[in-house]
């Protein structure tokens, strides 16, 4: 141990405390500090694990660095040699700074070789003495291995005796005798030995947990006969099908951790901050779920105590402790929309309601169920985790759409899957194909009909039914644009996403008044979504722009130094084609599913 030499020093406590830095860096209030300290032989994957985990984390929104031995012997430690003593003041050196990186909230990866046990310990004692946690990561890779890699020339030079004292040849290496988790003994890829420290980390609580199912908000069935009867005599608030489902998002859990509809701290959190903070968690929810009262409702109920909501005549849920407030619904409309005008269609039902808000927490008498078919596709958040787990997915990206799929929507997809098995190391990523299945405007393909065309596209395998989840996410569309996207983002987290594509203009519509213009700049979802709050533990896919390319008669990413090489094909091009019942060109969508959407169009033609 290093002697103090220094004389008349105090230790100096900062005013900050470490919470106040959590959140000063913008992931939540949730201190996190902490270091790994990754250790084994020269050649054995510390470093490359230890970056590949600093990029993982990072896209999760968590502040880390990565401290290496040769790095830090360019700087700090250039001075030091190789001698047992220069070797522990190398590692004493490095524990205070990843000490110091740790106490500011940051995960600090240090990756050397350290070869005395007595040394970690140190480090770990400087840590611990502050409270701070100090994780040893074991790389046991075999000598024969990182002898084969060599990529240095270390070994080679060992062997010929040209560097002496080498650690693993004719130096010492004592390995951990009780480390923290020990990775990389048995040949596995560095995606997978991130996997693995990823698990370990939410399991040591310092990221939050992936695994935990989502909180549903239904009556356990041992209470189910006594909260009924006692819903039953309770005062009763009619709700809409748009209000019953917004509580189907919320009783499946889609919105956790909402536990009912919002009270007014909630609403006024999401209207102005986009985010809900329970606990030490701040949580993106970026739109408002919410449940509408006229003034005679709220006269009649209010200060009367629990509620129970009536859907088409039967009770379905029992809001607790409910809570009246003032709609502002021309400031949530501006907040939410950023434009306050009746003829954008989701507005209009906003100020057609009363003049009131109700929130509480939701018990939610049965599941919720539409008998129109396709109930079969509504899995709920922990339904789709478990489908996920039963398929062995090692990732799962998501793809929400409520227009019929194309071919450069299908290329996108088969894009990302390749991308992530071939740049992130990935087995078998899953792709959960989930159209949006509540309220939409009148001119969309409706929800039977999209979801007919789906189960086309995978019969013709223009996607691979055994690694697709085709469902249904039950949330109405706001038309609300980069705000509504953070919402769609937010729900697939819940149901196990750990990637999202985002494409352009998401959630957008043309001006209400000015039908030539978009409400919302077409980028400026995809740039939002990758500086949402709240949403660190999902990576954002960019959409790729595809467009039909004549010369290869299929759909391409788009090249614009080839421009008039491509046709785009917009929306409204599609549905006047099958409107007219021309075919699009060849290889713009599988022909069983343009023969569903045409087929639709002819319909309505005949109607």
């Known amino acids: 141990m290093a002697e103090q030499k220094a004389t008349n020093i105090t230790s100096v406590k900062h005013n900050v405390t470490r919470s106040k830095r959590a959140e000063t860096l913008g992931v939540d209030v949730k201190f996190r500090g902490c270091t790994l300290w990754f250790t084994g032989l020269s050649g054995a994957g510390k470093t490359t694990l230890s970056f590949a985990l600093e990029a993982e984390l990072c896209s999760r929104g968590i502040p880390c660095y990565g401290l290496d031995g040769d790095n830090m012997r360019t700087g700090l430690n250039k001075n030091l040699g190789f001698s047992p003593e220069d070797r522990a003041e190398n590692i004493r050196r490095v524990g205070e700074v990843a000490h110091l990186f740790a106490d500011g909230g940051i995960v600090a990866l240090a990756s050397f070789i350290s070869p005395f046990r007595a040394d970690r310990q140190l480090v770990r004692a400087i840590h611990e003495k502050s409270g701070l946690k100090f994780l040893e990561v074991y790389v046991a890779t075999p000598l024969e291995v990182c002898e084969s890699r060599d990529p240095k020339g270390l070994y080679k030079r060992a062997r010929a005796g040209q560097i002496k004292g080498f650690t693993g040849i004719d130096g010492v290496y004592e390995a951990p005798e009780n480390p923290d988790i020990v990775v990389g003994a048995s040949g596995e890829s560095v995606a997978q030995n991130v996997k693995k420290l990823i698990k370990f980390l939410e399991e040591q609580e310092v990221l939050p947990s992936s695994d935990s199912d989502v909180q549903e908000l239904f009556v356990d069935e041992d209470k189910l006969e006594a909260v009924t009867a006692e819903a039953a005599a309770l005062p009763k608030l009619n709700?809409?099908?748009?209000?019953?489902?917004?509580?189907?998002?919320?009783?499946?859990?889609?919105?956790?951790?909402?536990?009912?509809?919002?009270?007014?701290?909630?609403?006024?959190?999401?209207?102005?901050?986009?985010?809900?903070?329970?606990?030490?968690?701040?949580?993106?929810?970026?739109?408002?779920?919410?449940?509408?009262?006229?003034?005679?409702?709220?006269?009649?109920?209010?200060?009367?105590?629990?509620?129970?909501?009536?859907?088409?005549?039967?009770?379905?849920?029992?809001?607790?402790?409910?809570?009246?407030?003032?709609?502002?619904?021309?400031?949530?409309?501006?907040?939410?929309?950023?434009?306050?005008?009746?003829?954008?269609?989701?507005?209009?039902?906003?100020?057609?309601?009363?003049?009131?808000?109700?929130?509480?927490?939701?018990?939610?008498?049965?599941?919720?169920?539409?008998?129109?078919?396709?109930?079969?596709?509504?899995?709920?958040?922990?339904?789709?985790?478990?489908?996920?787990?039963?398929?062995?997915?090692?990732?799962?990206?998501?793809?929400?759409?409520?227009?019929?799929?194309?071919?450069?929507?299908?290329?996108?997809?088969?894009?990302?899957?390749?991308?992530?098995?071939?740049?992130?190391?990935?087995?078998?990523p899953v792709l959960l194909l989930h159209p949006l299945g509540g309220w939409t405007k009148p001119d969309d393909v409706p929800l039977p009909v999209r979801m007919e065309q789906h189960q086309c596209v995978l019969a013709e395998r223009v996607l691979p039914p055994e690694s697709t989840v085709v469902a249904i996410f039950p949330s109405p569309m706001l038309y609300a644009g980069p705000t509504e996207v953070q919402w769609h983002a937010k729900a697939r987290l819940n149901a196990g996403a750990n990637y999202y594509i985002v494409g352009r203009d998401p959630a957008g519509m043309k001006h209400p008044v000015n039908p030539d213009d978009n409400l919302y700049h077409a980028d400026h979802g995809r740039e939002v979504l990758q500086m949402a709050p709240g949403l660190g533990d999902l990576e954002i896919i960019p959409f790729r722009v595809a467009a039909y390319n004549t010369k290869k008669g299929a759909m391409d990413f788009f090249d614009p130094t080839k421009a008039e090489d491509f046709l785009f094909i917009s929306g409204s091009k599609m549905r006047k084609l099958a409107r007219d019942q021309e075919d699009p060109p060849s290889g713009f969508m599988c022909p069983s599913g343009w023969k569903v959407v045409s087929g639709y169009y002819s319909s309505l033609q005949q109607k």
């Open 239 to 428: 709700i809409d099908k748009l209000t019953m489902q917004w509580l189907q998002v919320l009783a499946e859990g889609w919105a956790s951790p909402l536990t009912g509809f919002m009270r007014e701290k909630e609403f006024l959190q999401c209207l102005h901050f986009g985010t809900l903070k329970v606990g030490d968690t701040v949580t993106n929810q970026s739109v408002a779920i919410v449940c509408p009262a006229t003034t005679e409702e709220k006269d009649a109920m209010s200060g009367k105590g629990d509620i129970t909501l009536v859907y088409e005549g039967k009770d379905v849920a029992i809001l607790r402790a409910p809570e009246f407030f003032d709609a502002r619904k021309e400031e949530r409309c501006s907040r939410q929309f950023g434009i306050c005008h009746p003829d954008h269609p989701y507005m209009a039902q906003v100020l057609a309601y009363g003049d009131w808000l109700v929130g509480g927490d939701l018990e939610v008498l049965a599941p919720i169920k539409w008998n129109d078919g396709l109930d079969k596709y509504r899995l709920t958040p922990n339904q789709l985790r478990a489908e996920f787990k039963k398929l062995g997915a090692d990732a799962v990206y998501a793809f929400q759409l409520r227009n019929p799929v194309h071919n450069g929507h299908a290329l996108l997809m088969q894009d990302t899957r390749r991308r992530l098995m071939e740049e992130k190391g990935l087995s078998n």
